[in-house]
């Protein structure tokens, strides 16, 4: 079993910087793909971003392109998400996620491990 625990969440002004983390005791963390989704109230869950399991291979939302980076300590177990140029749009509960196919994909129906979210709210 994979325990994931999100971190980092708060409130922001548009145009600032936050950093997610995603952390897990799971040894195994280091062979499994690990993706950020977010979803904000009345919305369903989006995908953001992901990362395969040795991390030099990421994947990405347009809508975060260029402002979110996603990377990975395997000797920690910890994956990060940081979060650039915030806006308002991008207030949401961020939840991090596990794959155990290891390549990092988009598609939330992939995932077999789940942390409890972080919110994130970005004012105007």
């Known amino acids: 079993q994979v325990q994931l625990v999100e971190s980092g969440g708060g409130l922001v002004q548009a145009g600032g910087s936050l950093r997610l983390s995603c952390a897990t005791s799971?040894?195994?963390?280091?062979?499994?793909?690990v993706g950020w989704f977010r979803q904000a109230p009345g919305n369903e869950r989006d995908f953001v971003a992901a990362i395969n399991w040795r991390g030099f291979s990421t994947n990405y939302a347009d809508s975060v392109k260029g402002r979110f980076t996603i990377s990975r300590d395997n000797a920690n177990y910890t994956v990060y998400l940081q979060m650039n140029s915030l806006k308002p749009e991008d207030t949401a509960v961020y939840y991090c996620?596990?794959?155990?196919?290891?390549?990092?994909?988009?598609?939330?129906?992939?995932?077999?491990?789940w942390g409890r979210g972080t919110q994130v709210t970005v004012s105007s």
């Open positions: 799971g040894r195994t963390f280091s062979n499994y793909g």
């Open positions: 996620a596990a794959q155990t196919v290891g390549r990092g994909s988009s598609d939330d129906r992939e995932y077999a491990y």
